[in-house]
């Protein structure tokens, strides 16, 4: 069996000499069981095809017909044969937004001249969603004009995500919003990317608690008003902060966090390892959205030590706050951070905030 083009698009064939339907690869994309997949499908006569056209190729699907479908990064001339193709109106990049980079440029400038409206939302593959980011997609899924190409750089773990929420939007099951995440689109259950499908697995968690049925109306209500990134989620009560010390001098401050999350904390001695509270001194007072952010700025932490705070639980610590060889008046920030994940205000949790002065 060999493939087609629908469209000018590569289309994988389907049949019994093809890889196994989603629902079996979604069983497949779990733990140890992905690379015995994998191995599998090479084995197959389409294992070549499925190959090239999920890693090497579009990776184009279709997600909800004429109005959403999906895809890896394409090349210009690729994206402009699909837009004209598809009669796309919006394109859903979940890269975010990246002037300066090829792939951006070349991609902003192919949809200003076919006149197609471009939205920049940034997801990572191996980490919960920021609340902000989440809430924004909804409302371009529900707002954007179709048919509309949702996009990440392979197609697979952010698109997946985007895709889900896409068909559950339109009323369709959890069940079959799970398909696609599967080895179908390149989805692996392994190295960070299983962490997006959490976002369905704590909202079916949710619906199980609140004895409520998904809909259209209930995601949204769970995105605005209860999501919370996994354990990411905190507030940060101050008890004794100083206001000003001196230029090249210490001081402290004493901290209560607050475990707003559903599942545990884990404080560990190693700073590369589990959760520490950490203070940085910022020149003024600007969004965080990315760990880059605060490179070089001075900086201290605390909570080098083996503890676990489950939800609802708090611990009180104090915190070197950061020396400074320049007088001025600088903005305090003070979060909690993942050493893996990074600091938990990017994804939305409350930060505290306070202009001191260096003296």
Not at 244 to 261: C, D, K
Request: aromatic share 10%; hydrophobic share 40%.
């Amino acid at each position: 069996m060999t493939a087609h083009s629908q469209r000018g698009v590569q289309v994988i064939p389907t049949g019994p000499d093809c890889p196994p339907a989603p629902t079996t690869l979604w069983r497949l994309a779990s733990g140890w069981k992905t690379l015995s997949g994998i191995l599998v499908l090479i084995a197959l006569p389409c294992g070549g095809l499925w190959i090239h056209h999920t890693f090497l190729s579009s990776n184009f699907h279709v997600v909800i017909p004429s109005k959403v479908y999906r895809s890896a990064q394409l090349q210009p001339d690729a994206l402009a044969r699909v837009v004209q193709e598809y009669s796309l109106r919006s394109v859903i990049n979940l890269r975010g937004c990246c002037p300066g980079f090829d792939w951006y440029e070349q991609e902003r400038q192919v949809l200003e001249r076919l006149n197609v409206r471009q939205y920049d939302i940034r997801l990572s593959y191996k980490a919960p969603p920021p609340a902000p980011e989440l809430r924004k997609l909804i409302h371009v899924l529900l707002e954007c004009e179709k048919p509309a190409l949702l996009h990440c750089r392979r197609g697979a773990d952010r698109t997946g995500l985007a895709s889900a929420l896409a068909l559950l939007l339109e009323g369709q099951t959890l069940k079959i919003a799970r398909r696609e995440f599967s080895l179908r689109y390149g989805w692996f259950a392994m190295g960070g990317p299983e962490r997006l499908v959490k976002v369905l697995d704590w909202y079916e968690d949710w619906l199980a608690k609140t004895n409520t049925t998904s809909s259209k109306e209930t995601l949204i209500a769970w995105v605005s008003q209860h999501y919370k990134p996994g354990h990411l989620w905190a507030e940060i009560e101050p008890l004794a902060v100083p206001q000003r010390w001196q230029v090249g001098q210490a001081a402290a401050g004493r901290f209560r966090v607050y475990n707003r999350s559903d599942f545990s904390w884990e404080f560990r001695i190693s700073p590369r390892r589990g959760v520490h509270l950490r203070a940085w001194l910022l020149p003024k007072d600007i969004a965080i959205s990315d760990p880059a952010q605060l490179d070089g700025l001075p900086t201290d932490a605390a909570g080098f030590f083996d503890v676990t705070v489950p939800p609802g639980g708090s611990l009180e610590l104090t915190l070197p706050l950061p020396r400074s060889d320049q007088a001025g008046r600088f903005l305090l920030l003070v979060d909690l951070v993942d050493a893996c994940d990074g600091p938990f205000g990017i994804y939305g949790s409350p930060t505290f905030r306070r202009w001191i002065a260096i003296e």
